[in-house]
């Protein structure tokens, strides 16, 4: 009677099976593999997987039995070494079939017996080393993203060397399988199992949603007249410790999803979170309307934004005394003119700049007034961006949404780019989220806008000393599409044919603080722009415009020289959407998607540049255009 042992090959195991015909001829595929890769291992092996696909796929094929065929062919005979003969005879056809389809001429008695006694005293375990300070370091890393979750900066000693050992444990179970045979193997591997198990569940959450709590949400939060469960399973982040709830709606989204938020806090306190999701399992629409929801329930130490660490706190005040030097310089750089001519003459060539040495004229000059005259630009800058972020928190604070400390990103052509405020509790609706993020650009707007007025009318003919103006080349005004048509209108022809007008510093500072309202308000990853995007029009719009925004400011057309530094921040900063919301399918209305598309207009109205005319066109083709 044929036997077959069960042979590993690389690490590959080819547990047997015997026919069903009770003829104890295993015919697994693996055999013949196995057969096949030991005449020549690497070659066949390399092979193999360029074909392992299509292999899998024949091996669900019905095919016949060896001793089945055999006994068709020779239906007289009953003896069992036939059968034998017949079914060696099939495998060595296989095998020659196998041979011409990967490419691998038959190779010579004599290479066979050669290769047959180099791999006779050859074993066939699998080498797998891993370092221990390679498990230690990825026992660290796990145990830092729960310290992180947790807000607790504080390492856990024993913990790490749990989790260590546990990964070492799976590591010696899959070398020890990898020399066993099937009978052995498969106790390995049930064993393996469990190491596994035991892994996820020391990297799960402490407080994963467990079955008792599952019969809970079932039969006492859910029920036949609020969401009718037809199945829950683990959600798609095995580490989450959450369960996604599958059901049919029984009342309006916005009802269920309150219900359903008391009834988990009346049952776990503040245990897990609530979020209303897309189901991920199904395309089907609602038969009520919109796309077919589910739940996922998830651990509040998973679910829950960071807390804010008091190294933000210390980089916020790093990040503003930068911003606050960056709008000095912009302020003392529009200026400049105030210094002595000598001065000024010297600093406009850059061969001059020698470190050791001071740019001449300084002699007896006092700065003080020269550093003074850079507040109202410097004051400007600052004023609309704090009016940007007290827009954000007086809505946050109405919304009981907690806010982060705001990071604000320096930059020298104007100013700075804005802050980053991420939300630190979660957000009940898009309703909520957009209205927050609204404020802010809606409230350094309108800071700007009144600047920008003011310094147009102060500008174009009011009693203001010119002392008090600034020169500013009036090429500069082509950066904006709007609002140098608003400044050429305002100014007159007259005063914007000249190579420099006088402005008061009032009008910088608007501008600044305009251009910087534009830029974030651009429908992209989570900056205002795109949190309100994402509210309004849904994550699948917010997706297109992103890809468009990029665009746009990768070939430099929104926002001109600031278009690169912009698209830099936001691809490191800003390029993810939000995703601290907890009711997900309801969009924002009542008028927020007719709002949005205004300001996303105006945003790219402004950041537009002009296109030359006139003169300036010559000067562009005789190349003194800037």
């Not at 990898?178 to 035991?198: C, I, P, R």
């Not at 009542?590 to 109205?605: K, N, P």
Request: with cysteine; glycine share 8%; proline share 6%.
């Amino acid at each position: 009677m044929l036997t077959a042992k069960s042979t590993s090959t690389n690490g590959v195991f080819a547990p047997m099976r015997p026919c069903q015909c009770q003829c104890q001829i295993h015919t697994n595929k693996a055999v013949t593999l196995s057969v096949l890769l030991h005449r020549r291992p690497v070659l066949r092996t390399a092979a193999f997987n360029r074909h392992r696909g299509q292999a899998s796929k024949r091996n669900q094929r019905s095919s016949p039995c060896p001793c089945r065929a055999s006994s068709e062919d020779d239906t007289k005979t009953s003896n069992d070494s036939s059968v034998v003969k017949k079914s060696e005879g099939r495998i060595s056809t296989t095998l020659a079939g196998l041979d011409a389809l990967l490419g691998i001429q038959e190779e010579t008695k004599d290479e066979e017996e050669q290769n047959q006694s180099q791999d006779a005293g050859k074993s066939d375990k699998v080498t797998l080393d891993v370092s221990p300070e390679v498990l230690k370091s990825i026992a660290q890393a796990d145990l830092g993203r729960k310290s992180a979750q947790n807000g607790s900066s504080k390492g856990d000693k024993d913990a790490e060397k749990k989790l260590s050992d546990q990964m070492t444990r799976i590591v010696e179970r899959a070398k020890q399988m990898a020399s066993q045979d099937a009978e052995q193997g498969k106790v390995t591997e049930q064993n393996l199992g469990k190491d596994f198990e035991t892994l996820l569940g020391m990297l799960r959450p402490e407080e994963s949603v467990n079955k008792e709590d599952i019969r809970i949400l079932k039969e006492q939060v859910f029920g036949p007249k609020v969401f009718w469960v037809t199945g829950t399973r683990t959600t798609d982040d095995i580490l989450e410790g959450g369960i996604v709830v599958r059901g049919n709606l029984r009342a309006p989204r916005e009802e269920v999803l309150d219900t359903v938020l008391k009834g988990v806090e009346h049952h776990f306190g503040q245990k897990y979170q609530v979020f209303l999701v897309q189901d991920p399992d199904s395309e089907e629409d609602d038969p009520k309307g919109g796309p077919r929801v589910a739940f996922q329930v998830i651990p509040s130490m998973v679910a829950n934004p960071r807390p804010t660490l008091r190294w933000q706190y210390a980089a916020a005040a790093v990040l503003f005394g930068l911003t606050l030097l960056s709008a000095t310089q912009l302020g003392l750089l529009a200026n400049v003119s105030k210094l002595p001519k000598e001065t000024v003459e010297w600093l406009a060539r850059p061969e001059n700049y020698d470190p050791d040495r001071a740019p001449p004229g300084l002699e007896g000059f006092d700065p003080v007034p020269f550093l003074l005259s850079s507040l109202p630009i410097t004051s400007s800058v600052m004023a609309t961006q704090f009016a940007h972020e007290l827009g954000h928190r007086v809505v946050a604070f109405q919304r009981k949404i907690k806010l982060g400390a705001s990071l604000f990103i320096p930059n020298s052509q104007i100013g700075t780019f804005g802050a980053v405020t991420q939300f630190k509790s979660l957000v009940r609706n898009n309703t909520d989220m957009f209205d927050v993020s609204f404020a802010g650009p809606l409230a350094a707007a309108s800071t700007s806008l009144l600047l920008f007025v003011l310094g147009l009318v102060w500008s174009s003919g009011a009693d203001i000393p010119k002392e008090s103006l600034v020169p500013v080349p009036t090429q500069l005004f082509q950066g904006s599409l709007l609002l140098g048509s608003i400044a050429n209108a305002v100014l007159g022809e007259s005063a914007m044919s000249n190579s420099n007008v006088l402005i008061h510093p009032v009008l910088i500072g608007g501008w600044c603080g305009l251009v910087a309202t534009a830029l974030n308000s651009l429908p992209v990853g989570s900056l205002d722009g795109g949190k309100m995007t994402q509210a309004a029009y849904g994550p699948s719009t917010l997706g297109i415009t992103s890809f468009f925004t990029y665009v746009g400011l990768g070939l430099g057309f929104l926002g001109s020289s600031l278009a690169l530094p912009f698209g830099l921040y936001v691809l490191i900063c800003q390029r993810t959407a939000e995703k601290y919301v907890q009711d997900k399918i309801t969009p924002a209305t009542g008028g927020r998607q007719t709002a949005l598309a205004i300001l996303v207009l105006t945003s790219i109205l402004i950041l537009l540049p002009m296109l030359p005319s006139g003169t300036e066109q010559a000067a562009v083709s005789s190349g003194t255009f800037l």
